[in-house]
């Protein structure tokens, strides 16, 4: 065992069909640690935390906790050893009162002693200066405050590893400041913490060290001060700075005219989903992107300028002129399209054909009181199966039976028969094959060409240097940055989703 250490994971694996989740990964917390747990979507931080709290069983490895080998079969069991979770997602029950939160499943029923439950529940809020009564209704604290109250509840249960999963996603500065000044508190008092974040700054003001996973395996465990965020960067995204040449476009974007009039723009554009103001334009014929690590707003800003999501303030301008976007149907009739970064829960439609997939978006357009006549919607599917070259049976195939790549396929039809002027995709090549992947970046090099306007988000850094002749970046939902010529190069765009330390780039 580890000198400090109160929790060990060796050697764990877990497997799903066809899915190596975990492979032989190590975890080490020590006593009053503050300890990040980073890694891109899939690199296998929540499958980690899962099996440590019970919800998976490993199908390899084992877990010491103060040196004690433990077997956990559930959540139950981990809170019984003294490990505690407090999710994103409020686990509490908004109707109760504070007190009764933190001792639901520990009181008497009818022989409670309510009294001394409050007494000794607002004593621990004091104790942990959390702004909250014991007779307060939990649902009228802020979110904040009910993160506390949840971890109140752990501390008051003699928990020694306290898992923080992205608990300040929704909380504006101060009250992450009030969280951290808490983290710290317990950390005093030698809590072992876990903190899963996407939030790069936040890591390096409150954590002691950093543990980074990617695609199921350990990269490596750093003491913060050794780690400099670009270099964190680069371990997350899998990528060396002189692993990669510098790919140049493809598509004609020096004859894209920057000074004529956009055909897009926001100004000071606010989303209610955590995204600072932000500006942002595009011209005829050009693919711009945003970049940045999983969270830092990409994909919240693109669901702004579409209206997927409501905006707070700004205004924008088709072609020079203002409109008002509210709703998705509303960016429709303005000639913009998008397409979801999230294809199964936004995009497809699993039980309907491929057919009725690729006529939606012009069915809504038009009104569904007006319906195609099935020769026009099976012209429309011929046109795009053969354009796209989509792999399915027939036309009447649910879309749910089709791979992948073909379901995004689809998608893209659906949103290219709309006719855009303006075309946002998130993530287009996402979990399908290479082959499939070229094909989608070729088609939007050729959109362009024709004088379409491409927004594209990707994970993958080469292929927005691939794609794209301008990038916006974006950290902790604030625009760092814009990036294009010269500077649309690996290491320039590292360095500043990092946060601008290019002198850190060996």
């Not at 190590?26 to 006593?31: G, S, V």
Request: proline fraction near 4%; glycine fraction near 10%; hydrophobic fraction near 40%.
């Amino acid at each position: 065992m580890e000198a400090g250490a109160i929790l060990e994971m060796r050697g764990i694996c877990k497997y799903f069909p066809g899915v190596r989740a975990l492979e032989k990964v190590d975890f080490t917390l020590r006593e009053g640690e503050i300890h990040a747990l980073m890694g891109e979507n899939g690199a296998g931080k929540s499958t980690l935390i899962k099996v440590l709290t019970g919800v998976y069983p490993k199908d390899a490895g084992y877990v010491t906790l103060s040196g004690v080998p433990v077997h956990i079969k559930s959540p139950q069991d981990a809170q019984n050893i003294g490990i505690a979770t407090v999710y994103q997602e409020i686990t509490l029950c908004p109707n109760l009162t504070v007190a009764e939160n933190m001792y639901i499943g520990r009181t008497r029923g009818p022989f409670t002693n309510w009294r001394k439950i409050n007494a000794d529940a607002d004593h621990l809020l004091d104790e942990l200066g959390i702004p909250a009564r014991a007779k307060d209704q939990l649902g009228n604290c802020s979110i904040a405050v009910q993160q506390m109250v949840a971890i109140a509840r752990a501390v008051d249960m003699d928990c020694k590893v306290l898992i923080l999963d992205e608990p300040t996603s929704s909380l504006d500065e101060q009250e992450v400041q009030k969280l951290f000044k808490l983290m710290r508190d317990l950390k005093s008092k030698g809590v072992g913490i876990i903190f899963v974040t996407h939030f790069l700054e936040q890591v390096y003001e409150v954590c002691d060290r950093i543990t980074v996973l990617r695609d199921g395996m350990l990269v490596g465990e750093y003491i913060i001060e050794d780690l400099p965020r670009v270099q964190l960067v680069s371990k997350m995204l899998g990528k060396d700075f002189d692993d990669m040449a510098e790919i140049k476009s493809d598509s004609d974007a020096e004859k894209v005219d920057y000074n004529g009039t956009p055909v897009y723009q926001a100004i000071n554009l606010t989303g209610t989903t955590g995204i600072k103001p932000f500006n942002f334009e595009i011209h005829k014929g050009e693919v711009n992107g945003f970049t940045g690590l999983l969270g830092s707003g990409r994909s919240e800003s693109v669901r702004a300028i579409f209206g997927a999501d409501r905006v707070a303030g700004g205004k924008v301008m088709i072609n020079g002129k203002p409109v008002t976007i509210r709703k998705p149907l509303d960016a429709m009739k303005h000639g913009i399209s998008y397409l979801p970064e999230d294809r199964k829960r936004d995009g497809i439609v699993g039980d309907l054909s491929v057919r009725d997939n690729i006529i939606l978006a012009l069915q809504v357009m038009k009104g569904f009181f007006k319906p195609f006549s099935r020769a026009q919607a099976e012209k429309f599917a011929d046109e795009y199966i053969e354009l796209l070259n989509i792999k399915t049976a027939s036309q009447d195939t649910p879309i749910k039976s089709l791979s992948g790549g073909n379901q995004q396929k689809v998608i893209l039809a659906r949103w290219l028969l709309a006719n855009p002027q303006y075309l946002i995709l998130d993530e287009p090549t996402r979990g399908i094959d290479v082959g499939t992947k070229v094909e989608i970046q070729k088609l939007v090099l050729k959109l362009a060409s024709e004088g379409k306007s491409v927004t594209f988000i990707s994970s993958e850094i080469d292929e927005m240097i691939r794609t794209c002749s301008r990038l916006v970046v974006l950290r902790d939902g604030k625009v760092v940055g814009e990036l294009k010529g010269d500077d649309l190069n690996q290491n320039k765009i590292m360095a500043t989703i990092a946060g601008g330390e290019s002198n850190d780039i060996q």
